[in-house]
């Protein structure tokens, strides 16, 4: 489909069950990485509860999925996301799938206005996010990594 760009997820749209009440059928899904970036609960909601981000770092890795969207979906995702209020904003990164082929994605990455130090996931939040790691097989260690963010 013309316009298709890969989309890095990182945070609760690792959930099957997430991303796909967000935008409609996942078409393709592929285990990825992306280099030089942490992962981080250093994102404030409107609601006041932490969420997920990547920050940029040098030597770290940040695991996630890429999936395939269209237009439709990633406008979707950029409504969901609150690209318009600035609460994340898009950018493009390169990854590297399990199989080592290179990809440039779309990554959101939480806006300067709603950074913060560092929070506490709610459980439910934390469960999708973790949920959705273990749906794609992330390496386990990482997984352990970012439940121990979350204490």
Known sequence: MTG???YFAYGSNLSL??????????RTARLARLKNYRFAFNKRGADHETYANVMPASGEVVWGVVY???PQAMAELDEYEGVATGDYRRE????ETADGQQLTAVVYI???DFLIDRG????AYLQRILTGAKEHGLPAEYIRRIEALAR
């Open 4 to 6: 298709d760009i890969w």
């Open 17 to 26: 069950d997430v991303k796909q009440r967000r935008t409609d059928t996942i």
């Open 68 to 70: 395939l969207c269209n």
């Open 92 to 95: 493009s990164v390169a990854v």
């Open 110 to 112: 939480a806006g300067d």
């Open 120 to 123: 506490r996931p709610t459980a």
